[in-house]
């Protein structure tokens, strides 16, 4: 839709990815794996790098051990990582192919509820901190 195309083209040179709000939640879950390496690997367009990374340092506080941006389509299980995190069923399933013996967790959301997906799935990010921890959730 022609709404997204503005998002694209001016909202996002304008700094959108610098004043997106926190996912309840998350930054209690960041703090809770203080003791991981803690990479943000995410789909941003490249005139929003700069602002996902500032608003990374700005929201959680922390210096993370990488913020590395995506574009659509591209998998994240190139980067090696013991646990992902993603809202998105194909984000998942390229993970998959490409880190078969890493813990793949789908963040349940309303948009993807109904799809198939045979692994983990959460409700919020206490429960993936619960997942990371070996905890039952």
């Not at 990479?39 to 929003?48: K, Q, S, Y």
């Not at 993970?95 to 789908?106: E, G, T, W």
Request: charge should be neutral; charged fraction near 25%; proline fraction near 7%.
């Amino acid at each position: 839709p022609e709404r997204w195309s503005w998002i694209w083209r001016k909202a996002v040179p304008q700094g959108l990815f610098a004043t997106l709000n926190v996912m309840p939640g998350a930054q209690q879950a960041i703090a809770d794996l203080a003791n991981c390496d803690i990479f943000f690997l995410t789909n941003r367009p490249r005139n929003a790098r700069r602002d996902t990374y500032r608003w990374v340092l700005e929201k959680f506080h922390i210096q993370p051990a990488g913020i590395i941006t995506f574009k659509t389509g591209e998998s994240k299980g190139v980067i090696p990582c013991d646990y992902y995190i993603d809202d998105k069923p194909e984000n998942c399933e390229l993970i998959v192919r490409d880190q078969p013996d890493s813990n793949v967790v789908l963040h349940n959301r309303l948009y993807n509820r109904n799809c198939r997906w045979p692994g983990i799935r959460v409700d919020n990010l206490n429960e993936f901190v619960g997942v990371v921890n070996g905890r039952d959730e």
